[in-house]
């Protein structure tokens, strides 16, 4: 790859730009559809997503669409961002090819949702392109229930590792274990959730393959994800429900506080911080037992 | 220092071990009369302490004493402990001493208090020694208000200032400033509260002195922090004092997740989770603008 390469690839840049405000788009309209199809906590009006812009300094920025005490979701952000400049040097050494040159460019769509009901899986997923002297992709998916289901999580994976093998017969299963290798808490010994797929520095040199497949990663999202909040979103849940979920929810923050690699590096960057930490969810606890 | 460093300085191993538990109990003690002063909350039951003794793997261990759901203390946890053992390979380097050989003790207190009212201010306070192929102090006491108030923060620093001054002249500004330092969100470059004293690494030569200090810094934190509790805890609160409370303990598990030492230490070093994480909050939560 040429060193000039905010002027190379334009076209593939200008494909993965669009089709995360394509996705972005459908996201937010699929979860407005289940706001309006819920029937319980009547209570709540159905809510919609606001946006808000934001730059980078530097350069770039993004647009956070964020729900906020929704009927069905209590939290949900979705962010899409395009961001470039030069890496700084503590960088250079972690981030393939930006030893040679540190300028880079990236685009992303992220995204966390945090339904009310604790009976409804925590989800996140995140597809990305990244180009410095190199370019790939990178992303993942994964889910994080209060209370676990066989049921949910075996059709979870299966709609990943249909869009894996899609791609490549061998990745489902490297992917699966790069989930649950990345999205575990050391200081606990405990998954953050059931897991699901996580990949990054994918290049197989085909650029419409690999394209294809981030592709698929978020229509696999959102294939799934509606159905299993639709499993759920009208039974009635108790106090005591609402105490795992806040538990579970203080495991989230303690993985994205001390271990989430994109969180570091956006708080490290300088980053948007309510783009960086709109994973957060809106309300958490810490119970000890002592 | 001999090398032979748990067969030295028996006594003085003996005497801080001593009066860490003292403070602890005086502390408690304390803490448990504030709950029965209260007159506000007559709904809730003033609590006591309960506590709970942990082992470490690798030698040593501590006591947790907490108070869940109080009339006063939402959540308030004080542990001693006394640890030993040898550094791992990774922590050789950071620590002063522990190059030459990794074997180390310490000993200390360390505590978190967050109120359930509002307006009575979050508070840290933690004394230690620590024992490698050399011999030091270290230790910080710091105030977190929700709502902060200009009468508070003075006579909080000038009990600081007192403490420090009689140790030496030059400290207080010093460890006033070491705090400011620390105790800072960098990626909100906002403060974490209101200041205090922090220091490490205090070996004058004169044990006595310093070990004085060390009591001295125990005794100024219950000499104010039960001050400023008794001013706002008949004080009644509003849903949106809580709101900004809940806030406010989001960038406390921030800053205690992402920057804090001690935190990291501990989770770095399996030491036990109930512990580290004894200093977040009940409860906390992440709105944001958008």
């Keep these: 790859m040429e060193t000039n390469f905010r002027a190379s690839f334009e076209e593939e840049r200008k494909k993965v730009e669009v089709w995360f405000t394509l996705l972005r788009d459908k996201i937010c309209e699929e979860l407005e559809e289940l706001e309006r199809l819920c029937l319980i906590s009547p209570e709540i009006s159905p809510q919609r997503f ?31 961002s395009t ?8 960088f250079r050494k972690e981030i393939p090819g930006a030893d040679k040159d540190p300028k880079f460019w990236a685009s992303g769509i992220s995204l966390v949702i945090h339904p009310r009901n604790p009976h409804v899986p925590i989800v996140h997923m995140n597809t990305r392109m990244i180009i410095t002297t190199q370019l790939w992709f990178g992303g993942g ?6 209370f676990p289901s066989q049921k949910d999580t075996v059709d979870f994976h299966r709609v990943l590792q249909e869009t894996c093998d899609h791609y490549d017969l061998e990745s489902y299963l ?11 808490i050391t200081h606990r010994n405990e998954p953050r959730g059931v897991g699901g797929i996580f990949y990054d520095y994918i290049n197989s040199g085909n650029f419409e393959k690999d394209f294809e497949f981030t592709k698929n990663v978020g229509e696999a999202f959102l ?13 009635p849940w108790s106090e005591e429900d609402v105490q795992h979920q806040l538990k579970k929810r203080g495991r989230y923050v303690e993985f994205n506080l001390v271990y989430d690699r994109g969180t570091k590096f956006g708080l490290q960057t300088g980053g948007n911080i309510d783009a960086i930490l709109m994973s957060l969810p809106p309300m958490a606890s810490w119970e000890i037992e002592a």
């Design 50 to 80: 606001q946006r808000k812009e934001w730059k980078r300094d530097g350069g770039g920025g993004g647009i956070i669409s964020l729900m906020k005490k929704g009927r069905v979701f209590e939290k949900a952000g979705v962010n899409i």
């Design 83 to 90: 961001v470039y400049g030069e890496f700084s040097e503590a």
């Design 141 to 146: 998916v994964d889910l994080t229930p209060v």
């Design 174 to 184: 490297k992917f699966k274990k790069w989930c649950d290798d990345y999205f575990f």
């Design 223 to 235: 294939k799934i994800y509606p159905q299993i909040v639709k499993r759920y979103f009208n039974t």
